[in-house]
Structure formats: structure tokens, C-alpha cells
């Protein structure tokens, strides 16, 4: 069984960056691409970023450029700068176990296609 727990996040001056990290327990091995997702309240879940296992990552538009995913043998992680106030959302770190490809598809999915998910934390960037 795999789990995911974050850390990181909170309030975030605009203009500043910010790192979250999501530890991964259980069999790491069984992960094939994972990702961050951000949604605020009233809004539908938005892909942030994918990285795959060959290290591959995507971005949608909106942090292109101000983001980075990266991940290690312990687990995944999301940096980004130059946060601005509609980056403000509870951020989640989802994993996929089944085949998976670096397709904007999967980050447009609406999380449906990640199995296990983290418990989320909120950021929320202050003018």
C-alpha cells in the first residue's frame, strides 16, 4: 500500500516562491508518473504539473515557466516562483500506479486517473 503525505505550503507573499513536498510510503516502485493538482473552493480540480518516470515533466499554462516538479528515491516535489494570488488553492500530490505517458491528457483528467492522493494543503498567496 502506498501513501502519500505532504508538507509544506501556507501564506506566500506574491513575487516569492514556495516548495511543497509529498513523501511517499509503501512500494515507490509501483508509481509510474505522479503529479500536483490545486483547487480552490466553488472550482474544478486543476492539473499542475506530471512528471513520469523517465523524468519527463508537464505544466499547465498558467505556471509554465514558474514551476518545476521534480522527484527522488523518497518522493515528489513541486517548486514555484513568482507565485501570484491565483496560484492560492489547496495543493494535492496524486499518484498513478497503472501505464502512463507524459500527455497533457493526464493532467487534464480531472484527477480521475491517479489512484492515491495526498491530504492536500493549503496555500494561499497575499498581496
Known amino acids: 500500500q502506498v501513501n502519500l503525505v505532504q508538507s509544506g505550503g501556507g501564506p506566500v507573499q506574491a513575487g516569492g516562491s514556495l516548495r511543497l513536498s509529498c513523501a511517499v510510503s509503501?512500494?515507490?516502485?509501483?508509481?509510474?508518473?505522479m503529479a500536483w493538482w490545486r483547487q480552490v473552493v466553488g472550482k474544478e480540480r486543476e492539473g499542475v504539473a506530471l512528471?513520469?518516470?523517465?523524468?519527463d515533466s508537464r505544466y499547465v499554462d498558467s505556471v509554465r515557466g514558474r514551476a518545476t516538479i521534480s522527484k527522488d528515491n523518497a518522493g515528489v516535489y513541486l517548486e514555484m516562483s513568482n507565485v501570484r494570488p491565483d496560484d492560492s488553492a489547496t495543493y494535492y500530490c496524486?499518484?498513478?500506479?497503472?501505464?502512463?505517458?507524459?500527455?497533457?491528457?493526464?493532467?487534464?483528467?480531472?484527477?480521475?486517473?491517479?489512484?492515491?492522493w495526498g491530504q492536500g494543503t493549503l496555500v494561499t498567496v497575499f498581496s
Open positions: 509503501g512500494d515507490m516502485s509501483a508509481i509510474t508518473c
Open positions: 512528471i513520469v518516470p523517465a523524468g
Open positions: 496524486a499518484a498513478r500506479f497503472r501505464p502512463c505517458g507524459s500527455s497533457m491528457a493526464y493532467l487534464q483528467s480531472g484527477g480521475s486517473l491517479f489512484e492515491v
